[in-house]
């Protein structure tokens, strides 16, 4: 990139660099239209990841992604798509008309400007290494950007003379040798200020000059510790106030007259661990400060003393938060992020009381595995983030309504058995089952987890409280998620001897397949269990490393799987209940010639489809009456596979029923993308396409469709990444061409 300005990218449509409102994008093709009605993803684990603005928008880092939350709608309404690495910091210009900046560990700022429903993106180039903290600030139509990354002694400026113009680097600043911990700008359109955070726990002012130069200025001294949250404000008096929050448990105020030597007005002692943030309210009135010691603490000066006083203390006590990154104003809401990426939101009512509030939910790492319960009433998601989450449809969308495990480990797969009772697998060799009363859709308020241990522990009767019966009228808060609607443990499998990989339930309930971590045929067993006793019933053979996926057909005779030794199996049930192998891909002339990532059914069981690392995507189909041929036996393509070049076929999923006469299917693939197809005999044709911005931009992991449930006419597709992201779609056809 020129060193001389930014690399402009303006909106041509394009929704791999930007995209749309979520609730108003529609992807069309003659036939059908996708619309997104759900997004779920928590923020990155960064204390300046997330921001609120005057029109109740939370804008937040995910994985490489900016996303941005309606409060009022209570959903994500765009996914703005621009880095390639862990997006760090997100901060709304104030004074701008919309606008945000972003920086990320790729070494990029980006300044996101509303256009057309979308928002443009305008690379500002860093040069440097990872971009940890950035801020914005515009007054008067000319915008000043500022950034600091993992680099000593060095802010980088960059400057807009107005709204439609260019940005423009101006001289870097020089802060001595010290890492800037923290950044803000502020001040008066003749006086912008920046305030700098350095190692040494002071805070440094820089001045702007007549010929746009900035200059250092005075020196902040007071802190013990590094300072890591800074703000400007203006008071009632027009006097410019600055507040830092440090490690040091202190916030302090600090007024700066123009022309004059800064003065401390207060030191605010409230807080037990490091300060992480602080943000004025509307006209200085209230500062909100957010720690690690779980706690935020509103302060609000006293009118008979003029001292500063604690007016609220909201969040936790107890519970498995590991206290707050960041926190923010927005109207009558605090906004706050925790360590682990979750957002808790606080409503004020007309009588001046703070209640938890519903709020944005999801996955902080990568989403593993997913499955829809039986009824098609919701979702289960698993995740690199250690847990697993349901989601569900409420009169108001969807959120997440339950968290019914926190695991020590990272998840790898998820199976539903039955209503209310689900199986997980992780980086541990035990399969572990968990069981829900019947009726409650956040599951009992009857486990808790051991101070020393990994297994959810059902609570005494008389302190488990009454579960909810039928669908909630609105979504858990985070408080009620953590503390609430963790899942009684029923059962541990144990004789894999290694990490499990892969689960599938048989529709009808009564198996349990699962899979380990493999690297020598001895290991690529798979155990299936016997759901009424829970004993292994049999080891099914046949594969020489993982597998990956495995999935029953739906009428629960046959078990697919697939695998890393680059082949598929399928095993049969015979009428002693007992699975043998019938078919396996292979020979002198294979189709697929990478790691088969994915596998799925059609609704009928007369076909299934397998996805690899070398981009094809092959379906496959029994021939009656052909004479078995090893090792496929009686099972052949279904016409010349669909090729994706350059790309991983990581997921499949086919729907539920018939479209237009034929097979259709969704694939996922490495990139983030997503396509569907229609099948008719030998015959292909893609009727649509979801770029990054309407899909992940990351690896797909799992695709399924609702298996119940939505209007006439349309399906419901749910897919999660390794972006984190979980998505449900609408998929509406053209002329009701959806049979049974």
Partial sequence: MSSKGAKVIPFQGNLSCCCQLEANFSANSPKMEAKSVYVSSNCNQTPTGADCNENHLLAYGSCHAVLIYDLNAARVVQTLIGHTKRVNSVRWIRGSDGELVSGASDGSVVVWKPQGGAHARFILPAGGPTVNIVDGWSCNGRTIIAGAAMEPGV??????????????????????????????????????????????????????????????????????????????????????????????????????????????????????GWVYSVHWGPQAAQLLSASIDNSLIIWEPDEASGLWLESARLG??????????????SGNRVVAHSYHGAFHIWAQDAGGRWAPASKVGGHFDAIADLAWDPRGAFVYTAG??????????????????????????????????????????????????????????????????????LSNKALPVDRVADAPSGEAPAPPTEETLIENTLWPETQKLYGHGNEIMALAAAPDGRLLASACKASKPQQAGIFLWDTESWQQIQELTGHRLTVVQMQFDPQSRRLLAVSRDRTWSLHLKGADARFTLEACSGGPHPVHSR?????????????????????KLALWAEEAGKE????????????????????????VAFAPRLVDGGYFCAIGLEAGTIDFYAFKGL??????????????????????????????????????????LLRIYRLIFANSIIKD
């Fill in 683 to 724: 015959r292909s044709e893609r009727l649509l396409h979801l770029p990054q911005g309407a899909a992940h931009h990351l690896s797909v992991r799992r695709l399924a469709f609702r298996p119940q449930g939505g209007a006439p006419g349309e399906l419901q597709l749910c897919s999660g990444g390794a972006d984190s």
């Fill in 384 to 453: 690199a983030d250690q847990t697993v989450r349901i989601h569900g449809p409420w009169e108001g969308g969807w959120a997440e309504f339950g968290r019914p495990q926190v695991h020590g480990y990272d998840m790898n797969a998820v199976a539903v058995i039955g209503r209310f009772q689900y199986a997980s697998g992780a980086d541990e060799k035990i399969v572990r089952v968990f069981q829900a009363s019947d009726g409650a859709l956040t599951g009992p308020k009857g486990a808790a987890v051991p101070s020393l241990g």
């Fill in 316 to 329: 936790e006590v107890g519970g498995n938060v590991l206290g707050f990154y960041g926190g923010a104003f």
């Fill in 155 to 272: 802010v980088r400026i960059w400057t807009r003379d107005a709204p439609g113009g260019e940005f423009r680097p101006s001289e870097t600043c020089r802060i001595g040798r010290s890492l800037c911990m923290g950044l803000r700008l502020g001040g008066s359109a003749t006086s912008p200020l920046l305030a700098c955070a350095l190692e040494d726990s002071k805070i440094l002012l820089l001045t702007e000059t007549d010929r746009q130069v900035w200059i250092k200025g005075s020196v902040l001294s007071g802190h013990e510790d590094w300072v890591r949250g800074l703000d400007f404000a203006l008071n009632g008096q027009g006097e410019l106030l600055l507040a830092s929050s440090s490690q040091d448990s202190t916030v302090r105020i600090w007024k700066l007259p123009e022309g004059g030597e800064a003065q401390l007005e207060a030191v605010l002692a409230g807080h037990e």
């Fill in 595 to 615: 790691i088969v990532w994915s596998c799925a059914w059609t609704h009928d069981s007369l076909c299934f489809a397998t996805g690899s690392r070398d981009g």
């Fill in 628 to 651: 078995p041929v090893e090792p496929v036996g009686r099972w052949g393509p279904a016409g010349e596979p669909l090729h994706f070049p350059n790309q991983s076929v990581t997921a």
